[in-house]
T-cell receptor
Framework: DAKTTQPNSMESNEEEPVHLPCNHS???????IHWYRQLPSQGPEYVIH???SNVNNRMASLAIAEDRKSSTLILHRATLRDAAVYYC?????????????FGTGTSLTVIP | DAGVIQSPRHEVTEMGQEVTLRCKPI?????LFWYRQTMMRGLELLIY????????DSGMPEDRFSAKMPNASFSTLKIQPSEPRDSAVYFC?????????????FGSGTQLSVL
């Protein structure tokens, strides 16, 4: 399974941009990069995903390195509601199935 | 749509008792996943179904755990007998298809405490 590496924790000031990094050096050519976040006492929720090109949606932007071995989730203006654990995941479509494997994620603290 | 619905929200039971967790996926979703979350191990995939058929149960910890999906709108995860080390938050998730760009939608989870 292709694995991802993320920092355990990060801090950001409120209303400032946040760049959450993820390394996935063993990514295969057809793996999608997904980001989910988990707010306290809730299930994970989808944030964004991409394959090769940078992606934008109302929640965030996803910047994917040209070699696809790393990616960065960008929150343009952090709010207190963005405090959560952020997971970077590669969608594994190996012969054994279509699993999502969650790593330990990055715990984001937003400072007022 | 109400999203993925799990019940109960909290379950407290004694060691040795049978526990049944329930999940209703989003209507029309073909894939259903059961995850377990603990502080030590994070989010672990236990089993997933495609069109009500179990596809991969390699994450099920042992024979005490079993999961069924009798129809497209209902799944259960059963632990019999339960042990204190089974205490965790159990999440159910569903997705429309198995394509790699497809989103997962999670329920709010069941907090299980085995005393």
């Amino acid at each position: 399974d292709a694995k991802t590496t993320q920092p355990n924790s990060m801090e950001s000031n409120e209303e400032e941009p946040v760049h959450l990094p993820c390394n996935h050096s063993t990514i295969s050519g057809t793996d999608y990069i997904h980001w989910y976040r988990q707010l306290p006492s809730q299930g994970p929720e989808y944030v964004i995903h991409g394959l090769t090109s940078n992606v934008n949606n109302r929640m965030a932007s996803l910047a994917i390195a040209e070699d696809r071995k790393s990616s960065t989730l960008i929150l343009h203006r952090a709010t207190l509601r963005d405090a959560a654990v952020y997971y970077c995941i590669l969608r594994d479509n190996s012969n054994t199935g279509n699993q999502f494997y969650f790593g330990t994620g990055t715990s984001l603290t937003v400072i007022p | 749509d109400a999203g993925v619905i799990q019940s109960p929200r909290h379950e407290v039971t004694e060691m040795g008792q049978e526990v049944t967790l329930r999940c209703k996926p989003i209507s029309g979703h073909d894939y259903l996943f059961w995850y377990r979350q603990t502080m030590m191990r994070g989010l672990e995939l236990l089993i997933y179904f495609n069109n009500n058929v179990p596809i991969d149960d390699s994450g099920m910890p042992e024979d005490r755990f079993s999961a069924k999906m009798p129809n497209a709108s209902f799944s259960t995860l059963k632990i019999q007998p339960s042990e204190p080390r089974d205490s965790a938050v159990y999440f159910c998730a569903s997705s429309l298809t198995g394509r790699k760009g497809e989103k997962l939608f999670f329920g709010s989870g069941t907090q299980l405490s085995v005393l």
